[in-house]
């Protein structure tokens, strides 16, 4: 499975929509001025129907292929709420599904008077109101349009992570080296520059052996601060991580050139234990550089608190890579 949301073509905005009807209009009026066959009547007709056309298929375009909220994945029911508001986007839904009857029935209404209707200024007129009905249902929908129109522009961004294949989840404070680790045990091409915030958006890579495939997810800003400094929408983002199936690898800087301190990086660490029901291991990254007292200390309060398998390694150089990836894969592999 992969991002309901990822093959969702562009919308257009109500206005954009607006000027493509118009354009087509003129168009359609020079045709009909040339053409000989056409009485005034079917004339009208065609007016009537290229703008009925053009807003029901719109219409029916938002309601097949947008998702309906029943059938995402809570993972992605999650994103959606925090991205663009789950909510907001089900009702613009109905509203529009909703237009399209009410299109409909106008548009039946107006056949059936031009039907009846027997004099050529009767037909402009009927026309006249027609297409001006059609329009004000669309204006009407203007505030749901638009916002669905923009809801799509960023739910085409999310990353297709597949919520039921294993996945291992690399947390830490900023700089401690979660991009470096998993460009070197997964696919991902993740960003990796000497200064804080660098990994901006969720990064997938995937683990691949003979008979697994899992995904690694590079959690940039996600799980790196303490919960108390959160905001609501950076709490739900995080809590979407917890439909994923998988471990964590939760990553402490012991260089000498780390950014935070121990301290620091332990709360973030009981922070992650409280909210995610997963299996954590603890690895000591850029031992390459380390400060040994801070090792020695760290290593004490882990086992303290019951941490018996704790791996040293350095992503940069590769240094106990190789040891921490293997035990990642047959964690995984418990829980294929
Ligand atoms: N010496 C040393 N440097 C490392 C090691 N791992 C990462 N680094 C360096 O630490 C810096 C940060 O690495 P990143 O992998 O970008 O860290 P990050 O946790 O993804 O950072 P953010 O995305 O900003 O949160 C980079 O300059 C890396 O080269 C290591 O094992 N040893
Ligand atoms: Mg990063």
Redesign the pocket.
């Known amino acids: 499975m992969s991002s309901p949301f990822e093959k969702l073509e562009k919308l257009m905005t109500y206005e954009e929509l607006r000027e493509k009807i118009s354009v087509k209009y003129m168009k359609l009026n020079r045709k009909l001025k040339t053409s000989k066959e056409m009485t005034v009547k079917t004339k009208e007709l065609a007016r009537i129907n290229m703008v009925y056309d053009n807003v029901k298929n719109y219409f029916e375009k938002i309601v097949h292929t947008l998702p309906h909220t029943s059938k995402i994945h809570p993972f992605y029911l999650d994103l959606l709420d925090v991205l663009v508001g789950a909510n907001d986007y089900k009702k613009s839904i109905v509203r529009i599904s909703r237009a399209i009857r009410i299109l409909d029935k106008i548009h039946k209404e107006c056949l059936a008077m031009l039907r009846l209707a027997s004099k050529p200024s009767e037909y402009a007129e009927i026309r006249r109101n027609c297409i001006g009905r059609l329009l004000s249902v669309l204006k009407r929908n203007r505030k749901y349009v638009d916002f669905l129109s923009h809801a799509v522009l960023k739910l085409r961004n999310i990353p297709s992570i597949d919520p039921e294949t294993p996945t291992v989840i690399i947390a830490?404070?900023?700089?401690?080296?979660?991009?470096?680790?998993v460009k070197t045990i997964s696919t991902a091409k993740?960003?990796?520059?000497?200064?804080?915030?660098?990994?901006k958006n969720l990064i997938v890579g995937h683990i691949i052996g003979r008979n697994y495939k899992f995904q690694a997810i590079?959690t940039?800003?996600l799980l790196?601060r303490p919960l108390s400094e959160r905001n609501p929408i950076e709490l739900q983002a995080i809590l979407a991580l917890k439909h994923v199936k998988g471990i964590i690898v939760y990553?402490f800087d012991v260089?000498i050139t780390g950014y935070y301190t121990l301290d620091q990086q332990l709360r973030v660490l009981s922070d992650i234990e409280k909210m995610f029901d997963k299996k954590i291991i603890v690895a000591l990254?850029?031992?390459?550089?380390a400060d040994y007292l801070k090792v020695k200390e760290l290593v004490n309060v882990l086992e303290s608190r019951g941490y018996r398998r704790l791996f040293k390694?350095?992503?940069?150089?590769g240094i106990g890579v190789k040891e921490l990836r293997d035990e990642i894969i047959s964690e995984l592999k418990n829980i294929m």
Do not use: C, E, R
């Open positions: 830490g404070m900023p700089q401690v080296g979660k991009s470096t680790l993740p960003k990796i520059a000497p200064y804080p915030f660098t990994t590079d940039p800003g790196d990553l260089s990254n850029k031992v390459d550089i390694i350095s992503a940069l150089k």
